[in-house]
């Protein structure tokens, strides 16, 4: 029989995404290495993300030998973590059909939301009403209205969605999530909506930002962005 840790990736998984109340968390993870390297077992996704590139191969390098240690096998599927220093000048550039709105120009909620659901969900028809995982979306802790960035066309449809959490203390931005509609995929607006977000968090004081992809041409899609992929959460599995 084979056992997997993903019971441990969903605890993990649980405060990272179950609520948006809790996102905080990610954030946080710069400083609790020292209080877990005791612990019976990791899953290294719970070590993602800390303040120096020398802590996070310890702790990587530490959560990797302690699995392996107790017979665990790494598997080779997974998520993507990818990072961009704020180092650089960001110029979005929009077609001409195309502009850079937020949540405190579009006022009404439900059009934010069919934004981000017809980005994810095409074809399923536009919900009628507003979800109350999204109201509590925008009233989490982090949560910033002229963070959830959307792109509209000139007919005054919402094309592109996503939104940047930004943790004051770490001055660490996060893309989640991300979406464009297929109908207006390929012209570059997610790459655009994601300069903006990075050149609105260098404006208030941010030095990093990061954003998790699943499958290889998401990855491809942020590296496109200058964002650089410095970690692979995968699963592991023992046989008993």
């Not at 909620?109 to 069919?114: D, F, K, T």
Request: proline content about 4%; glycine content about 6%.
């Amino acid at each position: 029989m084979i056992v997997s840790l993903i019971s441990v990736h969903k605890r993990i998984g649980s405060f990272r995404t179950q609520h948006h109340l809790t996102r905080h968390i990610w954030f946080r993870n710069f400083a609790i290495i020292d209080s877990i390297r005791n612990a019976k077992f990791l899953h290294p996704n719970f070590l993602f993300r800390y303040r120096s590139t020398k802590n996070f191969r310890y702790a990587k390098t530490f959560s990797n030998d302690r699995l392996t240690a107790r017979g665990y096998t790494r598997g080779e599927d997974g998520n993507y973590y990818n990072i961009q220093y704020l180092d650089m000048e960001y110029i979005p550039q929009l077609p001409n059909r195309y502009v850079f709105t937020c949540a405190t120009e579009v006022k009404d909620a439900l059009s934010r939301h069919i934004a981000v659901y017809n980005a994810f969900h095409p074809g399923a028809g536009s919900p009628k009403v507003v979800p109350d995982s999204f109201l509590k979306m925008e009233k989490a802790p982090l949560f910033r209205p002229e963070f959830e960035i959307m792109t509209q066309c000139q007919d005054g449809t919402l094309t592109s969605f996503c939104v940047v959490w930004y943790d004051e203390k770490t001055k660490t931005g996060m893309f989640e999530p991300v979406a464009t509609h297929p109908n207006h995929r390929k012209l570059g607006l997610g790459k655009a909506m994601l300069i903006e977000g990075l050149r609105r968090l260098k404006a208030i004081g941010a030095n990093r930002a990061c954003v998790e992809s699943c499958g290889d041409n998401r990855k491809a899609f942020y590296n496109s962005a200058g964002f650089e992929t410095y970690d692979k959460d995968c699963y592991w599995t023992k046989e008993f």
